[in-house]
Structures are given as structure tokens and as C-alpha cells.
């Protein structure tokens, strides 16, 4: 099956500094990509629809200037959390894939 | 709004025995998905079920899709300890294998 990396796995920082995290198709090509957050135990929850050449769309209550999302080419896309804060903290998942989505491995950041 | 909701919430049940998980969602979709997630890690895809009455069968668990009813279920069989996680179903609305909208999740525990 088609698969999906991320990096970091993951990371600590700092209030008030900012951490960026790749998603990347290893084996195919993806205009789209998905970013996810998840608090723990809980669901997923949609961030922002990630498009290749074009500004990402973002779900509601999202914040665009905190969650900068690029995606500079087919395989890569990239979050970065900007101004980070404590409630921030949180397991990032990505995805990409055509007939089915296809999930990264995960980021935890943890902002101290 | 589409809303997933899965019940119950949390399952313990002995290894051996044969217990179902609901998932049901708000708005027509025909497509829908099952994870599972082990504590830590990102999401394994269990099933796709594409259409009305598609049923899946993968070793003790088994998912169907009733379309009319916006119901699926993941039927497992004879629990053993490995299948302890949390399993997540989620809809695509659009139908376009890209934005997903996951229910609450089960996580479940089997017992020795």
C-alpha cells in the first residue's frame, strides 16, 4: 500500500517559538493532503485541507496565521504551528491517497 | 453538519467472546471507512465499504454498511487480547476518498 512519513515523530519546544512538520507521499503523488489533530482520547479532528500550488482550506474555528500550511510540491506538505502555546500540545496525523486515505505515522509536539 | 457517533464508547470484554460496535452518522454517504489505532500510533486501515450492503471480512472482525439505516457495524468474533485499541469509523462525504469526518471511537480492551 501507498505510504506516508512524517517528521518529526516528535518534538518539544518552547512557548512563543514556532515548529514546522512535514508530511511526505513516498510512493505517490498527492495534490491533496489531510492535517489532523488529535487531543488524547479523543477522535481526529479535521485542521485544513492541503492543496498542492494553492492556498490550503481550513475548517472552521481553525487559525489560519497560527496553522501555516504549504504545499510546495506533489509529495510534500508542511505545518507549521507558529507562536506555539501550551494548548497547542497535541498528536498531528496527515494523510494523503486517491481511493483511500492513507495516514502518516504522527506527530507529538509538546509545548513546554 | 455531518455527526459520527459510535457506541459504546468503551468495550471491555473477555477473549473468546463475540461482541458489535455501531457507528452512526447524520447525512447520505456512501462511503466509509474502519481504523484502528494502538495507543501512541497513527491509524491502520481496517475496512473500505463502498456501497449499501457491502460487508468485510478480515480475520475475527467484520464490518457492513447499511447506507439507508446510516449505520455500520464491526462485528468481532471470538475477541482475542491483540485486538485491544481504539477503533475509529469515519464517512466520506463527498465520496471522494479525501475528507473524512471520524466518529468518537471504541476503544476496547480484551481481557485474559
Known amino acids: 500500500g501507498a505510504v506516508v512519513s512524517q517528521h518529526p515523530s516528535w518534538v518539544i519546544c518552547k512557548s512563543g517559538t514556532s515548529v514546522k512538520i512535514e508530511c511526505r507521499s513516498l510512493?505517490?503523488?498527492?495534490?491533496?493532503m489531510f492535517w489532523y489533530r488529535q487531543f488524547p482520547k479523543q477522535s481526529l479532528m479535521l485542521m485544513a485541507t492541503s492543496n498542492e500550488g494553492s492556498k490550503a482550506t481550513y475548517e472552521q474555528g481553525v487559525e489560519k496565521d497560527k496553522f501555516l500550511i504549504n504545499h510546495a510540491s506533489l509529495t510534500l506538505s508542511t505545518l507549521t504551528v507558529t507562536s506555539a502555546h501550551p494548548e497547542d500540545s497535541s498528536f498531528y496525523i496527515c494523510s494523503a491517497g486517491s481511493y483511500e486515505q492513507y495516514f502518516g505515522p504522527g506527530t507529538r509536539l509538546t509545548v513546554t | 453538519e455531518l455527526k459520527v457517533e459510535q457506541n459504546p464508547l468503551f468495550l471491555s470484554m473477555q477473549e473468546g467472546k463475540n461482541y458489535t460496535i455501531y457507528c452512526n452518522y447524520s447525512t447520505t454517504s456512501d462511503r466509509l471507512y474502519w481504523y484502528r489505532q494502538d495507543p501512541g500510533k497513527s491509524l491502520e486501515s481496517l475496512f473500505v465499504?463502498?456501497?449499501?450492503?457491502a460487508v468485510k471480512q478480515e480475520g475475527r472482525l467484520m464490518a457492513s454498511l447499511d447506507t439507508k439505516a446510516r449505520l455500520s457495524t464491526l462485528h468481532i468474533t471470538a475477541a482475542v487480547h491483540d485486538l485491544s485499541a481504539t477503533y475509529f469509523c469515519a464517512v466520506d462525504l463527498y465520496g471522494t476518498a479525501s475528507k473524512l469526518t471520524f466518529g468518537t471511537g471504541t476503544r476496547l480492551q480484551v481481557t485474559l
Open positions: 510512493d505517490f503523488q498527492a495534490t491533496t
Open positions: 465499504l463502498l456501497s449499501n450492503g
